[in-house]
């Protein structure tokens, strides 16, 4: 098992940027591809960005691509997410997930492990 703890949700204006970072402790923490996953008020949660264990692949979702940038600290167990260009649509509880897949679908399969989410809220 890895335990998660996000950080830096907050409140910023439209166009705006803020940085989660999402601490990881327990089992090695360089063998788990790492992604961020967000859930806004009467959706169902919905993929973000994911970048693999060694940090040499990212991939990202269509909505954020150019705008959040996904990056991983192997040596302080901590996984990024920098949101730059924010929308109101943004706005959302991003969740930190730790997971171990080498398919095709790596970034959004075989996830088991998720942090307890953090608010980021976005005002027009």
């Known amino acids: 098992q890895v335990q998660l703890v996000e950080l830096g949700g907050g409140l910023v204006q439209a166009g705006g940027s803020l940085r989660l970072s999402c601490a990881a402790s327990g089992r090695t923490f360089s063998n788990y591809n790492m992604g961020w996953f967000r859930q806004a008020p009467g959706k169902e949660r919905e993929f973000v960005a994911a970048i693999y264990w060694s940090g040499g692949r990212t991939y990202y979702a269509e909505s954020v691509k150019g705008r959040f940038t996904i990056s991983r600290d192997n040596a302080k167990n901590t996984v990024y997410l920098q949101m730059n260009s924010l929308k109101p649509e943004d706005a959302a509880v991003y969740y930190c997930?730790?997971?171990?897949?080498?398919?095709?679908?790596?970034?959004?399969?075989?996830?088991?492990?998720w942090g307890q989410g953090t608010q980021v809220t976005v005002s027009s």
């Open positions: 997930a730790a997971g171990i897949s080498y398919g095709a679908r790596w970034y959004y399969e075989g996830y088991g492990n």
